[in-house]
């Protein structure tokens, strides 16, 4: 999916949260698969285009509000991945204890 043809497309017909458009709905317009849209507005949004989104969809941001409301969004969802990360490494310490432990040997390890 061209990027600077999208980017020129969001400006042009979704200006503004009231104009959003679906990851869904852009897959059936540009015949493309579900993850090219998604993957292209990230490069958009990395070169500070001006996209944003919400449950509603993709947008071009028409004010600063709706690009900070996507950035707020953006940052809570850090928030809670980094908790899961959190949670899993602490979980690793089990994998750690069960890989140190030696089996018992029955008479008390002494060979015979």
Known sequence: MEKDWLAEYQKSYHLGRENAITSREMERIFCV???EPRDTIN???REAIPIASDQSGYYYAKTEAELRATI???RRRI???NAAINGLNRSL???DKARTRL???KGGGACE
């Open 33 to 35: 698969s579900g993850k």
């Open 43 to 45: 490069i958009l949004s």
């Open 72 to 74: 707020h969004h953006m």
């Open 79 to 81: 928030v809670g991945i």
């Open 93 to 95: 310490l089990d994998f």
């Open 103 to 105: 089996p018992l040997v």
